[in-house]
Each structure stands twice: as C-alpha cells, then as structure tokens.
C-alpha cells in the first residue's frame, strides 16, 4: 500500500509540476519578478509552495480516510465485521504513519525539484511531459524493483538499493516494516537521502534563472549546458 501511495502521487505530481514551471518560461512576468527579487528565492519559494499544495491533498486525503474509519461502522451498522477487519488496518497505520513518512516527503521535494528542473529546460509547455521522462524513469523503475524484491528484505539488492538517495524511498521503508534494519541503518540511510535533496534544491537554484529565461528551442541537454556556463 505505502509503494502504491508514493508511486501515484510522484507519477502525477512530477508531471503537475513540469508543467507548472513550463508555462512559466519566457514569459515577460518572469523578467519582471527577477528583476525585484533574487532568483534563488523565486525558486525556493515556488518549490515550497508546490510541495506543501502536495501535503495539503496528502492531508485531505489522510483526514478524509480517518473521518470513514471512525464512521463506518455506525454508518453500515455492522460493527463485528469492522471489528475484525480493524485489526488488519491498525496494523496498516502504524506502518504509513511512521518514519516511512520521512521518506515520502523527502523523494516529494526530491521529485518536485528535478520536474522543475526539466519543466524550465523547455520552451513550450507542450514538451514538459517528454521532459520530465528522466523523472518519471526514476519512479517506475524504484517502483517495479521494489514491488519485484518486497518479498526478500534481506536480501543484499534491496540493502544496497535502501541506501542510494532516491531509491532508498522504495527499499528501506520494506526494511523497516519487516524489522531487517537497525536504528543506525536507517538514520544512515535518511542522512544521505537528505544531503542529496539539499545539494539537488540548492544546485537546481543555481541554474533555475538561467534555464527560466532561455527562449532558445534547442535539445534539452544544450539548454543545461548553456545555463550551467551563464
């Protein structure tokens, strides 16, 4: 279940947000507002803005989900059957609502930067689905492989994988809730998960005014390139 959450919601807002940043580019507004304010802090402010719109649907969702939990059984009368079925769920809970949340938010910020990123490498709005394929590459692949090995925790694929930043969001939360990992493991694991999204938030700032302002319609790798040498 926790696979399936974070699959759907980085498949659908990575692409939100390429698209968002693509309708940004060239647009005169954006001369505008850098001429007023560092680029840097548009960009740190747009990527906190999109993600707590990402956290808010989270919550909706989570505070919706709770409300039927506490009502469904006055509501279909059959409280022996919720009563059985309560167990499983509980059990569910204390898996979602836990550091396995950590991970989550971290590969959401992760996510949401890099389809920033890849939404301010186009000039029309249209091409923002192709590129934030590398994007969505990433998520399906952590997605397929940890479906693939979720039932082998122990096995030294899935220990590797839950510690490279990114993927680590798929393989350690299975470690976690089979008990495999340690306390050491895991604050191991979330420190280098965390030092990536900081250096990926921070380099992306870096080259975000260069990219937003380009109105060159050229590869995309051309257009990184031309904005890592402004």
């Known amino acids: 279940i926790l696979l399936f959450v974070m699959y759907f919601i980085l498949i659908t807002y990575s692409t939100t947000t390429a698209q968002e940043i693509g309708s940004e580019k060239g647009t005169k507004i954006m001369e505008v507002l850098f001429s007023s304010m560092p680029a840097r802090n548009y960009f740190y402010g747009k990527m906190l803005g999109l993600t707590m719109v990402i956290v808010l649907h989270i919550s909706i969702y989570a505070i919706g989900g709770g409300v039927i939990y506490a009502l469904a059984p006055r509501l279909w009368g059959d409280e022996a059957l919720f009563k059985t079925a309560y167990e499983m769920i509980?059990?569910?809970?204390?898996?979602?609502?836990?550091?396995?949340?950590?991970?989550?938010?971290?590969?959401?910020?992760?996510?949401?930067?890099?389809?920033?990123?890849?939404?301010?490498?186009?000039?029309?709005?249209?091409?923002?689905?192709?590129?934030?394929?590398?994007?969505?590459?990433?998520?399906?692949?952590?997605?397929?492989?940890?479906?693939?090995?979720?039932?082998?925790?122990?096995?030294?694929?899935v220990v590797a994988l839950s510690y490279i930043p990114g993927v680590s969001a798929f393989f350690m939360p299975l470690r976690i809730i089979n008990g495999t990992v340690g306390t050491i493991g895991i604050g191991v694991s979330l420190t280098l998960f965390l030092a990536t999204v900081i250096l990926a938030i921070v380099w992306c700032a870096r080259v975000y005014p260069g990219l937003i302002l380009q109105t060159d319609d050229e590869p995309l790798l051309k257009n990184l390139k031309k904005a890592l040498n402004n």
């Not at 186009?122 to 399906?140: F, G, W």
């Open 90 to 157: 509980n059990i569910i809970f204390k898996h979602l609502i836990s550091i396995n949340l950590i991970y989550v938010l971290l590969m959401i910020i992760l996510c949401t930067v890099l389809a920033a990123l890849c939404g301010a490498l186009v000039v029309r709005i249209e091409d923002s689905n192709k590129a934030v394929q590398p994007v969505m590459y990433l998520i399906i692949a952590g997605f397929i492989a940890s479906m693939a090995f979720q039932g082998k925790p122990e096995s030294v694929i």
